[in-house]
């Protein structure tokens, strides 16, 4: 190649990595210009991934998307993986008779033709982050190491743009394995089998969400607050054929009366004082997933007969708009109101209830559900263990019956935050009653009323330390009165005053 030629290309390749903003664009300019330049008949732009020590083809000139793919080598792997491994240049004046070949690609196969292969390292400094490689039809009076110079000189040029591409793909990588990462810590979270309970009705309550969730039907979630409502709505989601579409919650309670249409089905600009622009409503946002309605029964008459247009003929229109907008999203409702006598009262439409009633669910109150306390009481336990950092193993026997005595008007959300304050407040290996919060250790619904007098509350203090040490002795009177740093005798004496046998623990 003459030097006006060499100059001319260097130009025209200066000139379109400046005019591209796409990266990869700008490495298919350069490919087709050393087409023209050069007379190649295949070019490769390679890139290394650190993270997976990988070589891939990432543009190329004369190669299918197919052949791209099989394009993939190990650092040291072939001329391109020797290239790369090495960071020098290797030229090769005939194809048919170099070993290292690999035609990984396999285009080769297809043609007797022989051809000439250059493969010069792209580098970063001293790191090589890829390689430039192109065919060129053989000829043996063409001057190769002429054509291996303007490569280099070229990898040169690329190199700012490849080591850009680069950054970019091991970002987006990342981000997808961490996208993949999340998602699978949500579907574990919001499992079926994360709900917690033992109990008939709350069995009653796995074997319909089980059902119902392979479904696309719309859901009304009932029960008291703090039954956990919402967490049925996400395992629902989380493990139905929806779970890798948006799943977007909106308490209805919370939102205005005047806002709730906009934040339903938003609204155009202009549509009311303070719409500056345009707003996408949590239907559009939803689309194709689920869109969780708590406390549907205090949403007002106007936004209920637009949400029984969504339900009936899967469209709707933004607030200020013309536009009809089609949705295609699972409901889950979830109230604590009685909605069949708002029907009555008037204040909740009868159509839009049998709209949203086509699969109930009733989640029982926890005192409905004793046999779960304990359940959900170690589980939360275990959960602000771990998370403060304590040791904490187990609850003393008279902090167990107070939990159990207890007849928890806030639910499991009451229960949680009871043994989150219980954690933060022991200093030892076990919750005892007066780390418990007031209303459990004095409400006269629980039967806890503490002792009236100091010698009460010795008496209680006493009978809880003793029950735990033969607990942990196995019944043993020796051994328990030994870790209480007592006499046997005298222990033998306080376990008879406070009527406690020993031969209960054994």
């Not at 339903?264 to 549509?271: N, P, R, Y």
């Not at 839009?352 to 046999?371: A, D, H, I, Q, S």
């Amino acid at each position: 190649m003459k030097k006006i030629q060499e100059l001319t290309a260097l130009y025209e390749i200066a000139k379109e990595l400046n005019a591209w903003s796409e990266l990869k664009k700008s490495l298919y300019a350069v490919l087709e210009i050393l087409s023209r330049s050069l007379g190649m008949a295949r070019g490769t732009v390679t890139i290394l991934n650190p993270l997976r020590d990988e070589i891939r083809i990432e543009v190329a000139h004369g190669l299918s998307e197919s052949a791209m793919q099989r394009g993939r080598y190990k650092p040291g792997e072939g001329i391109t993986g020797r290239v790369i491994q090495q960071g020098k240049a290797m030229v090769v004046p005939k194809i048919s008779e170099e070993p290292l070949f690999l035609n990984r690609t396999g285009t080769r196969r297809k043609t007797t033709a022989e051809f000439s292969f250059i493969c010069v390292p792209i580098k970063k400094e001293q790191q090589v982050v890829g390689a430039l490689s192109v065919d060129l039809p053989y000829d043996p009076a063409f001057d190769l190491k002429a054509s291996q110079r303007l490569l280099t000189v070229v990898a040169t040029m690329l190199a700012q743009h490849v080591i850009n591409l680069e950054s970019l793909q091991l970002e987006k990588e990342a981000l997808r394995e961490e996208n993949l990462r999340l998602q699978q810590q949500l579907v574990s979270k919001h499992s079926i089998t994360n709900l917690v309970g033992n109990s008939g009705k709350m069995r009653e309550v796995f074997q319909m969400v089980a059902q119902v969730c392979r479904s696309n039907a719309t859901v009304l979630i009932r029960g008291e607050s703090g039954t956990g409502k919402e967490l049925v709505a996400s395992a629902i989601h989380y493990n139905s054929p929806r779970a890798k579409q948006p799943f977007i919650k909106v308490n209805c309670a919370a939102l205005p009366p005047t806002l709730i249409e906009s934040e339903l089905f938003g609204h155009e600009k202009g549509a009311f004082t303070g719409a500056i622009r345009q707003k996408r409503g949590k239907f559009e946002l939803a689309n194709k997933g689920t869109l969780f309605l708590d406390e549907i029964g205090s949403i007002g008459m106007d936004a209920q007969a637009n949400l029984l247009r969504v339900l009936q003929e899967r469209e709707f229109e933004r607030v200020g708009g013309t536009q009809t907008i089609k949705s295609d999203v699972r409901i889950i409702a979830a109230t604590n109101k009685n909605l069949e006598q708002a029907v009555e009262e008037g204040i909740f439409r009868g159509d839009l209830y049998y709209r949203l009633n086509v699969f109930p669910l009733y989640l029982p109150p926890l005192r409905e559900r004793k046999t779960d306390i304990l359940l959900l009481a170690d589980c939360f336990l275990d959960r602000y263990v771990k998370e403060n950092q304590k040791d904490i193993r187990r609850f003393s026997t008279p902090a167990i019956d107070m939990l159990m005595q207890y007849h928890w008007p806030g639910n499991v959300r009451e229960l949680e935050n009871c043994i989150e304050r219980a954690v933060l407040l022991c200093e030892g290996g076990v919750i005892r009653s007066y780390h418990l919060p007031p209303t459990l250790q004095t409400g006269e619904k629980s039967d806890t009323v503490p002792a009236r007098s100091l010698e009460q509350a010795i008496d209680t203090l006493e009978r809880e330390m003793i029950i735990d040490a033969l607990k942990n002795t196995r019944g043993n009177m020796a051994r328990a009165a030994n870790l209480l740093q007592l006499t046997e005798r005298k222990f033998a004496y306080k376990a008879k005053n406070l009527a406690i046998d020993y031969r209960t623990y054994r």
